[in-house]
């Protein structure tokens, strides 16, 4: 199988040799059976309509480089809406479509497969969304970002296993270079700087020279790209394994800074990324790094950020707590502090950004209160609730509200173990009427060196 390369560089010029690759042998050893079998199969579907399959991008990337990745994309030279349709109905999958944009996803139990129409793009400014209409697999591959990522593998019966690297994507591979693949490519759409780092650092590459010249020069251009787009771009590198790497190297070229001009990619965010890793909270991890980014801002510049990136409510309710608990950790650095008070300084604030904290603090005080607030004290409840004070004849209302917040101060204090002791407690609270501090259980006033949560109860420092 004879398969015509064309080599460009950045200025556009192009020579043509040809080179002999099938990729047959290690399609058959990467992909899972069930996998397997399925993409045989739509390419065999594809024929009967007369369209050809491809798979595309990443997985093609990874796949030479030896990398697992089932994150599979097709390209489909027909329409792609209509061939996932046709699979979805002789299938198991789960079938969603656009038909705006000609892509569709076959979500399976354990994997989803994107097919998409092969497109051809056009931009009508720098940094706008690109106008896509329906093209070939040619247009399609040089609307990628990256030579190394404009690489397909034929699936059709015909050609079955066939290599299509028109960019020199698989030399780019083997020399371990990052490469565009036109001129305008960071004009065009300047999300590429962001995604080239991303992939810079997680495969150990480099930008190929010409590239780099370009990604300095064409760093600007980021301003023409919607707040939307960079955060995308943004979440992506901080879902990476070692996110560090990108957002130092984004700080060393200029690129933080072009975001926000306070954003820092330092040894400190090294150490703090590294430590929030340990937590082993993959889930929640993109979030903490977000917060754990911005911990040098001022409140000021946090909110310009927030705006220009469009960050949804809820991590910009963390990422504002976060500077905001900072300011209070003096409160926190004091060993006498009761569980009650801890919990009372805390509770307001979002667990992220109490997280944040306990990473970015310097205080080991602060820090160890911090982390028993996650881990014990925000967990704490009472016995009694408001139908069982009833039963005393406790009324609802103030009184009530009281009564139930002086219990679970004793609680979090470790003042009243048992459903006796909170009953014993809230019994005494009524017959004097609370209007001042609650009474305390009889030997309460004594100090423990250690309540049910962890921490001296009463003044005791370590």
Known sequence: MVVGIAFYDVKGSADIILLAMNLERQIEQYLPQPVLELVKDISGQATKLGQRVYLVGGVVRDLLLGYPNFDLDLVVEGDAVKLAQQVGETGQAKLLAHHRFGTAKLGYENFTLDLATARKETYARPGALPEVTAGTLKDDLIRRDFSINAMAISLAAKGYGELIDPYQGRNDLEHRLIRILHPRSFSDDATRILRGVRYEQRLGFEFEAQT????????????????????????????????????????????????????????????????????????????????????????????????????????????????????????????????????????????????????????????RFLRLFLTKLRYVRTVLDGEELKKFGISAGPEMGKILQALHRARLNGEVRTRADEEKLALSLKAINLHADPVKLPGSDRRSTSGPCGTQSEGHSE
Request: charged content about 25%; proline content about 6%.
């Open 212 to 367: 780099a010249q370009l990604l300095k020069q064409y760093i600007p251009m980021l301003d023409s790209i919607s707040g939307d787009r960079i955060r995308h771009e943004l979440e992506l590198i901080l879902k990476e394994e070692q996110p560090e790497l990108a957002i130092q190297r984004l700080s060393e070229l200029g690129v933080l800074a072009r975001i926000a001009p306070s954003l820092k990619g330092d040894g400190w965010i090294a150490d703090k990324f590294d430590k929030a890793r340990r937590l082993k909270k993959t889930n929640q991890l993109p979030s903490l790094h977000f917060c754990l980014l911005v911990y040098s801002l001022s409140e000021t510049a946090l909110e310009q950020l927030l705006s220009r990136l469009n960050i949804q409510a809820k991590l910009s309710r963390a990422m504002l707590d976060t500077l905001h608990l900072k300011t209070k950790l003096p409160l926190l650095d004091r060993p006498s502090l009761k569980p009650s008070e801890i919990y009372h300084l805390l509770r307001e604030y979002e667990p992220l950004a109490i997280q944040a904290n306990a990473i970015a603090s310097e205080s080991p005080t602060a820090r």
